[in-house]
């Protein structure tokens, strides 16, 4: 027998016996089971409507990169929702900026050999990959109203030998990777990827973040079962399967390990079967539930056995998806308190029998407005409300600008905060001068002070010399002057309530 086909040999050998450790212990194996999960995330914030743009700036040391990351985010947000769709003149703009990028690098470095053959090389040549990529994104509407602003980071460092089988995981990873290559398989513990591999997944990885904050997803997420011969490897079976109420039953009733570390591997597979659950459950408070019952889970394990490098990640995954779900539940009170706040102004009284204290709010403004309601529904609660009570005072204005209340929805919200004036201050009179110039001093443009003009059911204007001076000085425009005058030669309906007319 040659000496490479014994060293071959020795190799399958060894592989075989860690392959054959759960027998005697519970861990991962060598021959890793796995199990695909389908991970629903709604997202963190509501677009105000189905139109985007992508922007991308930074990462000068790539020039291609922003480009790349432009399309690939784009193209996953789209798919992911398919009701939206890129445009110019979008609803909700997208800002990325790159804001650090450490692109593919290899590191050669000298370590002892593993082997288990005599007169094997005493030393190795390890190879060690990295890279990084940081993104700062923030979400917008046109108007400037920030939706969500996080920043992502996604970071590659792994380490091959010279065979290409990863070492950052120690001997077992190793072991793991060569036995894998052998039965044929390829994957990350036994193919290394070039740069081009490398760069790609960076910007996957972060655009999935970016997406996750955005749209709801759906992806298909690979996850390591434990192993041990007996309940753990039953309940296994049942879980690839996709039976996982019975896999966890199995798992839960399964005799515990008196050695703690021993039995994290038996907590792990009861969290993820609490997980996988959860993205099967239908209704939003059991996927709570069991996205709670995992993490507590997935906590002990790593309690119990800190070292276990599988169990980090699941725990990160857990809390991004117990994030993503708490900020739904929010979302859903504060849409639900807006719909309260658009019925009760639909069914108040009118003003003028109103108390004053009743009507629209700034505070039931500004609660659509952090419920994602766009701004065209808002402007039309406002117009449809019977009465409002709105504080248009430089501090109250000051609330709803901080607030996220935009600009335009502010001007509607003066605008019927002066003819409320006008009511409560003129039930038995007409529009007057000074109501005219209140309307002008609170910002009101032309096209809304004539639009009142021309809607009031009656005015009484002070038109002599004297009055057009006041109204001149006070900043009322010449076609804001001219509506009045042409106002106040018409006569009031016969249904009008009777006024002087200057």
């Known amino acids: 027998m040659s000496r490479?086909?014994?060293?071959?040999?020795?190799?399958c050998v060894g592989a075989c016996a860690l392959a054959a450790l759960p027998a005697c212990a519970q861990n991962f194996g060598a021959a890793k089971e796995k199990v695909l999960l389908q991970r629903k995330l709604p997202a963190l914030v509501r677009l105000p409507g189905s139109s985007i743009k992508v922007a991308v700036t930074g990462g000068e040391s790539d020039g291609a990169?922003?480009?790349?990351?432009?399309?690939?985010?784009?193209?996953?947000?789209?798919?992911?929702?398919?009701?939206?769709?890129?445009?110019?003149?979008?609803?909700?703009?997208?800002?990325?900026?790159?804001?650090?990028?450490?692109?593919?690098?290899?590191?050669?470095?000298t370590a002892p050999?593993?082997?288990?053959?005599?007169?094997?090389?005493?030393?190795?040549?390890?190879?060690?990959?990295?890279?990084?990529?940081?993104v700062a994104f923030q979400a917008k509407t046109p108007d400037g109203r920030t939706l969500i602003t996080d920043n992502?980071?996604?970071?590659?460092?792994?380490?091959?030998?010279?065979s290409g089988i990863s070492t950052s995981h120690g001997v077992k990873g190793s072991l793991s990777g060569t036995w894998g290559k052998l039965k044929g398989q390829k994957n990350d513990e036994n193919t290394p990827p070039n740069s081009s591999e490398i760069r790609s997944r960076l910007i996957l990885d972060t655009v999935q973040q970016i997406a996750e904050h955005i749209v709801n997803t759906n992806e298909t997420i690979e996850v390591f079962l434990a192993k041990q011969d007996g309940a753990l490897d039953e309940g296994d079976k049942d879980a690839v399967a996709g039976l996982w109420e019975r896999a966890l039953e199995t798992f839960e009733t399964a005799q515990a390990n008196p050695k703690p570390e021993e039995d994290a591997y038996r907590l792990y597979d009861i969290g993820v079967a609490f997980e996988a659950l959860a993205y099967q459950a239908e209704d939003e408070k059991a996927t709570t539930k069991y996205l709670d019952q995992a993490a507590i889970n997935y906590g002990k394990a790593i309690d119990a056995k800190p070292a276990e490098k599988y169990f980090v990640q699941p725990q990160k995954r857990?809390?991004?998806?117990?994030?993503?779900?708490?900020?739904?539940?929010?979302q859903n009170e504060a849409a639900k308190r807006a719909k309260e706040a658009e019925l009760a102004a639909a069914n108040a009284p009118?003003?003028?029998?109103?108390?004053?204290?009743?009507?629209l709010t700034n505070a039931q403004v500004i609660t659509m407005v952090k419920s994602g309601i766009?701004?065209?529904?808002?402007?039309?609660?406002?117009?449809?409300?019977?009465?409002?009570?709105?504080?248009?005072?430089?501090?109250?204005?000051?609330?709803?600008?901080?607030?996220?209340?935009?600009?335009?929805?502010?001007?509607?919200?003066?605008?019927?905060?002066?003819?409320?004036?006008?009511?409560?201050?003129?039930?038995?009179?007409?529009?007057?001068?000074?109501?005219?110039i209140t309307m002008v001093k609170a910002g009101l443009d032309d096209d809304a002070v004539v639009q009142a003009i021309h809607g009031a059911d009656a005015t009484d204007f002070d038109l002599s010399p004297d009055g057009q001076k006041q109204l001149t000085t006070s900043g009322v425009s010449t076609r804001v002057l001219g509506a009045m005058k042409a106002r106040a030669l018409r006569r009031p309906a016969a249904s009008a309530r009777p006024v002087a007319e200057k």
């Open 152 to 162: 992502v980071t996604s970071k590659y460092d792994e380490q091959f030998d010279s």
């Open 65 to 109: 990169l922003p480009y790349d990351f432009q399309a690939l985010l784009e193209t996953e947000l789209l798919k992911d929702d398919p009701d939206l769709r890129e445009d110019n003149n979008p609803n909700a703009i997208i800002n990325c900026r790159i804001t650090e990028y450490s692109g593919p690098a290899e590191t050669t470095t």
């Open 113 to 134: 050999g593993v082997s288990l053959t005599k007169g094997a090389p005493a030393t190795q040549q390890l190879h060690r990959w990295t890279g990084l990529l940081t």
């Open 374 to 436: 766009d701004d065209g529904t808002i402007i039309q609660a406002i117009h449809g409300a019977d009465a409002v009570n709105f504080d248009v005072t430089p501090d109250g204005e000051h609330t709803l600008t901080s607030s996220g209340v935009s600009a335009r929805v502010i001007t509607v919200m003066k605008s019927q905060a002066a003819k409320r004036a006008a009511a409560d201050k003129a039930v038995h009179k007409g529009l007057t001068n000074a109501q005219i």
């Open 318 to 330: 857990i809390d991004t998806a117990i994030a993503h779900y708490k900020q739904l539940e929010l």
């Open 350 to 359: 009118p003003s003028g029998a109103s108390p004053s204290g009743k009507g």
């Open 4 to 11: 490479a086909t014994k060293t071959l040999v020795m190799v």
